[in-house]
């Protein structure tokens, strides 16, 4: 059994749907797991536990597209001091396909995770366009993330 925290930004509930999905199928999977709106996070979140599992949706900042959501920015910001080079991570992200830059917020997480030299558990999960319907695939990844903590012990 692992402890999981998932730590999370949502601005119309996709993202959080998602989480609730992957946080239900972990326990069901034997795991301890914890979701955390990344609002009510703290830095030192991000070193506990045997994995954290870091979801957002894809946003504009600044005009552009193609951005974190900006509560996850901010909270990544609150974190830029904190050693994770000893953490795993695993990554979600969301995105519309209606918008030219879809899903790239996995790119700045992935970016934050390779600046704070934290390893990988396995390749990130993206959702295109609204979750609703697309539980099965958060299942799916889930049993992914608990085969590869069984594979890392
Ligand atoms: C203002 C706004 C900007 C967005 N920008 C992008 C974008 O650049 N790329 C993308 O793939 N999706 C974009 N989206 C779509 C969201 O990422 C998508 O709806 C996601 O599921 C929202 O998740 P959340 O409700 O958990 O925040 C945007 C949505 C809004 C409302």
Request: glycine share 8%; with cysteine; hydrophobic share 40%.
């Amino acid at each position: 059994m692992a402890s999981i925290s998932i730590i999370y930004a949502s601005t119309s509930g996709h993202t959080e749907y998602v989480t609730q999905i992957l946080s239900d199928a972990l326990k069901e999977a034997g795991h301890a797991a914890t979701v955390t709106r990344c609002e009510k996070a703290t830095a030192e979140d991000l070193a506990k536990g045997d994995l954290v599992i870091l979801a957002c949706g894809t946003w504009n900042a600044d005009g552009a597209e193609g951005q974190l959501n900006p509560y996850m920015k901010m909270f990544l910001d609150r974190a830029k001091d904190i050693d994770l080079s000893a953490k795993t991570l695993a990554i979600v992200g969301l995105g519309d396909e209606r918008y030219r830059y879809t899903g790239r917020c996995i790119e700045h997480l992935q970016k934050f995770r390779m600046a704070k030299k934290a390893a990988q558990l396995l390749p990130p999960l993206l959702i295109v366009n609204d979750p609703y319907g697309q539980e099965e695939r958060v299942r799916g990844w889930a049993k992914k993330v608990s085969e590869a903590l069984s594979a890392k012990k």
